[in-house]
């Protein structure tokens, strides 16, 4: 007899077995839902949809494109008719993973945003700073409070720091917890929002015998599980960036210090402490910048650490700024591009992050000419999500956006086109101070508001 010969006529004499579909039934305010049980689970297992109840009391079209949701990953197009809280709210209700409705659009290559609500903030200190996640959670501190907003923006709870003032914040992803910090105070805060209670602080000491240095920005690089935070000494005459392990059972060991400048003599501008750090994951950078007003103007640096595994990172670009230098910089991974807004002429500017060695690495974008004056862009922000550019000036904001070339990338320069953003009744507004992005929503915010503002978009395609 041939091996395995019986197996075979085995299992030739079994009978054939369609497999089960599971088929689910459901009535949800009178219309009626098949599917199957598979489909239900992707809700998760502590759902209201787990254990599928034959009739359940709700809007059927919302539930039809929380179900299209489980099906395909994707919300369907005519959910854009729907309001993302009330779609936020009926996926609470079925206790549907927020970061499921999000992960369907926090990632997009472009954003069509119109100013949707106003969060009003307790007390009457007015927001300073924002920190979005990825799932539209919402930080916003104001004054030493900090207050924090669930992916519906419907539930706010406010925490009292120990801090005069929060200039630096960053929700932990995926967490309870977030980082805090001021820049006349010393040391990094971890901050439990769930009780509202201190966990631990992170110094940097720039000498054994120092003081406890103050915090200048913060960022996280969720793929590598590291933290970075930029330190300025009490005396303003050192400063630094430490990277600490978000991934060592909660000590958040430091691991690596990098950009460790002092002054020397009388060279003041040495010292520069990096007040905005943004992690680029595709390429595995981190962008540190920082700048410096004073009397002869503004003077600033760039530079782009190479974050790989095994090793302490290297600067791969070092820019020194002083004729038109930045008022604002940031950088877009989807773009592979720095934008910088300059402080004099208050024109945008780009830089191939491919051609940083070719020379002078900045491109006007728009073709502006600047007529000499000063500060003009002294006050704007920019930030990019995504394929797309936004710039604040005054209490407006501008879009840039890729126009597609016919020519072969590797040889075009990118074309970028702006846009105003908002309806005319959008337009205004106090001075702006932070612009940040989350689950396809925007929060601003503005000098002396005590609310935070959000724009949000109807594109879910």
């Given at each position: 007899m041939p091996p395995f010969a019986g197996a075979a006529t085995t299992a030739l004499l079994c009978p054939y077995k369609p497999p089960e579909t599971s088929i689910v039934t459901l009535n949800v305010g009178g219309r009626v839902f098949q599917t199957t049980a598979q489909t239900l689970a992707a809700a998760g297992s502590s759902s209201l949809l787990s254990a599928p109840p034959s009739f359940i009391d709700r809007d059927p079209d919302l539930f039809a494109s929380l179900l299209a949701l489980l099906r395909t990953g994707r919300l369907p197009s005519s959910a854009a008719t729907d309001d993302i809280s009330d779609l936020a709210a009926e996926a609470e209700f079925y206790g549907i993973d927020?970061?499921?409705?999000?992960?369907?659009?926090?990632?997009?290559?472009?954003?069509?945003?119109?100013?949707?609500?106003?969060?009003?903030?307790?007390?009457?200190?007015?927001v300073a700073v924002l920190s979005a996640s990825p799932s539209g959670e919402l930080l916003a501190a104001h004054g030493s409070k900090i207050s924090s907003f669930d992916f519906s923006l419907r539930r706010r709870k406010t925490i009292l720091t120990s801090l005069p003032a929060v200039?630096?914040?960053?929700s932990l992803r995926n967490s309870s917890l977030a980082f805090a910090g001021a820049a006349d105070f010393p040391g990094l805060q971890i901050l439990d929002l769930s009780s509202g209670t201190l966990v631990k602080t992170l110094n940097w000491h720039p000498?054994?015998?120092?003081?406890?240095?103050?915090?200048?920005?913060?960022c996280e690089a969720a793929d590598r599980q590291l933290l970075f935070s930029s330190y300025e000494s009490g005396r303003r005459n050192s400063s630094a960036i430490l990277a600490f392990d978000l991934n060592s059972g909660g000590d958040f060991r430091p691991v690596y210090e990098i950009s460790r400048r002092e002054?020397?003599?009388?060279?003041?501008?040495?010292a520069i402490p990096a007040t905005k750090l943004k992690w680029v994951p595709s390429l595995n950078l981190l962008m540190t910048a920082g700048s410096h007003w004073g009397p002869s103007g503004v003077v600033g640096n760039i530079q782009l650490w190479d974050v790989r595994a095994g090793g302490t990172p290297t600067a791969i670009f070092n820019l020194n700024e002083k004729d038109d230098c930045f008022a604002d910089v940031t950088v877009s991974d989807d773009l592979s591009a720095l934008f910088k807004v300059g402080a004099n002429s208050g024109d945008v500017f780009m830089a191939d992050l491919r051609k940083l060695e070719a020379g002078e690495p900045w491109f006007r974008l728009g073709g502006g000419r600047w007529n000499g004056g000063k500060n003009e862009g002294k006050a704007c922000r920019i930030e990019s999500e995504g394929r797309q550019v936004f710039c604040s000036r005054g209490g407006d904001i501008e879009m840039w956006s890729e126009v597609a070339m016919a020519a072969a990338p590797e040889f075009e320069e990118k074309v970028m086109r702006r846009n105003l953003m908002g309806r005319e009744k959008d337009m205004g507004g106090a001075r702006i101070l932070q612009m940040v992005f989350g689950g396809k929503r925007m929060a601003v915010a503005r000098s002396g508001e005590c609310c935070v503002e959000v724009w949000e978009s109807s594109d879910r395609s």
């Open positions: 927020p970061r499921v409705l999000h992960s369907s659009s926090s990632s997009s290559s472009s954003l069509s945003l119109r100013r949707s609500l106003l969060l009003p903030l307790p007390g009457r200190d007015p200039d630096s914040l960053l000498h054994p015998s120092a003081p406890g240095a103050t915090v200048q920005a913060v002054i020397f003599g009388a060279e003041l501008d040495s």
